[in-house]
């Protein structure tokens, strides 16, 4: 089963301006977390956020959670053409140790 | 400090085969997971691994697939008797602790086309 789900499935933008993902999941969560792929390759973690956080940030990303909507929302600053890439959310079930995925979004950032 | 490495990255077998796909964990990680991948498509859990045992394989079909992470050496992802509905990106990843408490580190994937 699907933990988390990424809208939209594809986006795009042009250089500089802001990225914004959004990913809502099923049931009560330790942390959620989002990663990145480029093609071909395997993903690469970006941020992890613990149910008790609401806002996150690392560089030029910004990440929220909301438990109550059982949402969290990505938002990547001043895009370059190197942001292209697809991002997942994921997250484990409250006690669980798996991690499961969604389906992504695919970022297209224009030069 | 070496990532996680799998091979081979592409491994091409005829139906019938068998598919044996390696995954050398992150140094010191003692957790392994395995996921599948289509075209366009997320990551799809397979099976979670600690040393000598398997902790959750509720996502390996019961049939032609097998994991082993032994004491010593890569962890193994086993498909016996392949068909064409087996090719897939394969990866694998890592972690100090289990996933709902720490990122996974990935391999860059074993790309498998059954011909």
């Known amino acids: 089963s699907q933990q988390g789900e990424e809208d939209p499935q594809a986006l795009s933008i042009q250089e500089g301006e802001n990225a914004t993902m959004n990913c809502s999941y099923k049931?009560?969560?330790?942390?959620l977390q989002w990663y990145r792929q480029n093609s071909g390759r395997g993903l690469v973690h970006l941020i992890l956020?613990?149910?008790?956080?609401r806002e996150k940030h690392s560089g030029r990303l910004r990440v929220t959670l909301d438990t109550s909507k059982k949402s969290s929302s990505l938002l990547i600053t001043a895009s370059r053409a190197a942001d292209t890439a697809s991002y997942f959310c994921?997250?484990?079930?409250?006690?669980?140790?798996?991690?499961?995925f969604g389906k992504g979004t695919k970022l297209t950032v224009n030069p | 400090n070496a990532g996680v490495m799998q091979n081979p990255r592409h491994l091409v077998r005829r139906r019938g085969q068998e598919a044996r796909l390696r995954c050398s964990p992150m140094?010191?990680?003692?957790?392994v997971y395995w996921y599948r991948q289509l075209p366009e498509e997320g990551l799809k859990f397979m099976v979670y691994?600690?040393?000598?045992?398997?902790?959750?394989e509720s996502g390996m079909p019961k049939e032609r697939f097998s994991a082993e992470f032994p004491k010593e050496g890569p962890s193994i992802l086993r498909i016996q008797q392949v068909v064409r509905g087996d090719s897939a990106a394969y990866f694998c990843?890592?972690?100090?602790?289990?996933?709902?408490?720490?990122?996974?580190?990935f391999g860059n994937g074993t790309r498998l086309t059954v011909t």
């Open positions: 691994l600690q040393k000598e045992n398997i902790i959750d």
């Open positions: 956020i613990r149910s008790n956080e």
């Open positions: 994921a997250a484990a079930q409250g006690g669980s140790e798996k991690l499961v």
């Open positions: 990843a890592s972690s100090p602790r289990d996933a709902g408490n720490s990122p996974l580190h």
């Open positions: 140094k010191g990680h003692s957790h």
């Open positions: 049931t009560s969560i330790n942390n």
